[in-house]
């Protein structure tokens, strides 16, 4: 019973890791025309990070150049007293050429060397032994790609951004019930705890993963649309003050506003990619194995969305 509610919380972590990319390329248009109210929530999450990336650019990355990037976003559920664990970790691409991005979702369990500490362990693990830092350098080496972002949040801040917006609408096209909620078919509004239950569904539908992460991006369309049609500053503020209260990033104000303005059509597109591998158990320790024919594979893709290869 617990591993079905980490599980789920894991879930969850993951819509709203997405949510906030697809903000930062949707509502950040509106709110560069209300420049000082970004600015100050800006200032707020932006944690400038220095480290040596494993994996190096054969240039310095412009975004004025609309030269693709990356982003790691870290969904971390913290405690007081406890900076908690990376339970979510998730690879974002976006190629302004190709007017996409691409999305990776890392399993927590998957066995890697854990770069800086001189193990090879689970790869969430890398957030509790060095935080931030550790993590990027992790990824990096495990996929074999500049990371050039970063991301950190929990979990409460998905349903907050979701009410911040006024709610969302989706199609559903499954009667189901979910973490108090029934969701019959057609068109429904959501507020940000439905929104949740709404996207965790897997067991009731026939399509399992499948049919999960087709709500999540509905999820995800109904706040980038949304978010990226406020009219009232009320909201907008909203927003801010629910990334402000849940978010920490390297993305500069200047970053933002180059983001918005050279990648927004990337947001239309989102391809949600898979590392493929089994459960084995090493040392009475469960851990994800990805084959290295499938990491070689993940690690080509990537690259030439990235324009790298």
Known sequence: MQRTKQKKKRTGLKIFLTVLIVL???VVGYGYSIFHNVNKAVNTVHKPINRTPEV???SELSLQ??????VLM???DERPGDKGRSDTMVVLTINPDKNSMEMLSIPRDTRVEIVGHGTVDKINHAYAFGDVEMSMNTVEKFLDIPIDYYIKMNM???KDIVNAVGGISVQNDLDFSQGGHHFPKGTLDLDGDAALSFARMRKQDARGDFGRQMRQRQVIEGVMNKGAN????WKYDDVLRALSNNVETNLSMDDMVNIQKNYAGARRK???LEIKGSGSTIDGIWYYIVPEE???NIQTHLKEHLGLS
């Open 156 to 158: 409460d801040g998905f």
């Open 270 to 272: 989102i391809e949600q």
């Open 24 to 26: 930062v390329l949707g």
């Open 74 to 76: 870290l969904g971390v």
């Open 56 to 58: 190096k650019r054969p």
């Open 294 to 296: 499938e990491r070689t």
């Open 230 to 233: 406020i009219s009232a500053l």
């Open 65 to 70: 150049e609309k030269e693709p990037f990356s």
